[in-house]
């Protein structure tokens, strides 16, 4: 018999191993680089936070372009992407901080400002299709899976950012009262407005400015609340398997279906069976044959 310190044991240790177990679920465990979506959110903040405060600068130009550069082949490679994605990708991003880091050398601070949204449109653009692409495949949804969705979050804050720039490159000044918008304001309006913060200092000037605004502080808050708040309460659930030709959808654990009896229910009364040479039940007696004569 054991005594009552074993037993107090024992079930410290079965419940330490059921916490293990449930910590395990909820936080998955990636395998090798596949999955660091944490590691992914914090590099794209630092990329946001030099490209808004360190972008006038030459040498804070170099930094940005390294870390859009950087940020976007991290994220490839975590969301497990083709081989010749993150190949090309390479040889982009090599050859854009190459340029970058000379002609930072050289003092040419206009050819390095000019590399910084091509390092973070592309990170922009192209990193949340293969975020997407990835989280599409999570069996189970961990945090990693709400990392990811929150890098989501994030890139859209610059997509629309560069989407500012370009358009105020094109069609003229986008925010009123400001002539030329650089880049630090175009990516500290889109997040406020992602945010629905809306300070005032800046505001869009023209009609499709505004168009933009209004759409992507929608989309922001329509995500928070959608998105977002599915993943964090439906945590360590798993996918629930999608018909042919439908979209699988987010739902709880699922628990197999009972198995249905293949024999008769317990207490039915089985058919009568007939004795040999009777006529079988809903048959006319007079129609059975006799049965065969037994040799002796």
């Known amino acids: 018999m054991r005594s009552p310190r074993t037993r107090i044991g024992r079930r ?10 449930e910590e395990g679920a909820l936080l998955g465990t990636p395998a090798g680089m596949i999955d660091r979506y944490g590691v992914a959110l914090a590099l794209i903040a630092l990329t946001i ?25 991290f994220v490839l ?12 990708t390479r040889l982009f991003v090599g050859v854009a901080i190459a340029i970058a880091v000379i002609a930072g050398l050289a003092g040419d601070s206009a050819r390095v400002q000019a590399l910084i949204p091509l390092a973070g449109g592309a990170l922009a653009f192209v990193a949340p299709l293969a975020i997407i692409n990835r989280l599409r495949q999570h069996t189970t949804i961990t945090l990693h899976t709400v990392f990811g969705a929150l890098c989501l979050y994030l890139l859209a804050g610059l ?14 000044p986008v925010f009123a009262d400001t002539p030329v918008a650089g880049l630090p304001d175009t990516v500290y309006f889109s997040f406020i ?8 200092d800046l505001a869009p000037g023209t009609e499709l400015a505004r168009m933009l605004a209004v759409s992507e502080g929608i989309g922001g808050q329509l995500y928070l609340v959608t998105a977002i708040a599915v993943l964090v309460t439906n945590l360590g659930s798993s996918r629930a398997s999608a018909p042919a030709g439908a979209e699988g959808g987010m739902s709880t654990r699922e628990q197999p279906a009972p198995e249905q ?3 008769p229910p317990s207490g039915a009364s089985r058919p009568p069976v007939a004795p040999p040479g009777a006529a079988p039940p809903g048959t006319d007696p007079s129609r059975a044959e006799p049965p065969p004569d037994r040799k002796r």
Not at 12 to 21: H, I, K, M, N, P
């Open 261 to 263: 009896p293949t024999g």
């Open 49 to 73: 936070v030099v490209d808004f405060s360190l972008a006038g600068t030459t040498s804070g130009a170099v930094l940005g372009v390294v870390l859009g550069g950087g940020t976007l082949l």
């Open 77 to 88: 490679t975590t969301s497990d992407a083709s081989a010749r994605l993150v190949a090309a």
């Open 159 to 172: 997509f629309f950012a560069y989407v500012y720039a370009f358009t105020d490159a094109v069609a003229g």
């Open 12 to 21: 410290l240790f079965d419940l330490a191993r059921d916490a293990t177990v």
């Open 193 to 200: 407005t992602l945010a629905t913060v809306g300070y005032g």
